[in-house]
């Protein structure tokens, strides 16, 4: 259990409750990259650089074809889960 969940709401401020219920659903709806059959081993380098690659290459395709790049999204959502902050 949070330790908030164990306070009743009426005792924790409108702020601080707001606060818990934002953390509550970016953890609800925080996704990590999705197993991938052709990096099955423990080291995910070469999946997080793929998926950089893929990310770089989708944006020029995209931007060349004049189309919207957000469906390119998915790539960089990857990536920045795989790869160390200091690579990105």
């Not at 969940?5 to 409108?14: F, I, N, R, Y």
């Not at 893929?54 to 995209?62: L, P, S, T, V, Y």
Request: hydrophobic share 30%; proline share 7%.
């Amino acid at each position: 259990l949070h330790p908030l969940e164990l306070l009743p709401t009426s005792t924790l401020s409108p702020r601080v409750s707001t606060m818990a219920e934002d953390i509550k659903t970016k953890i609800k709806n925080y996704q990590t990259a999705p197993f991938d059959s052709r990096f099955p081993n423990q080291n995910q380098t070469r999946n997080c650089w793929q998926n950089y690659l893929d990310f770089h290459r989708c944006e020029k395709a995209m931007t060349a074809k004049g189309g919207d790049v957000s469906v390119c999204e998915w790539y960089r959502r990857v990536y920045k889960s795989l790869c160390p902050i200091s690579w990105v």
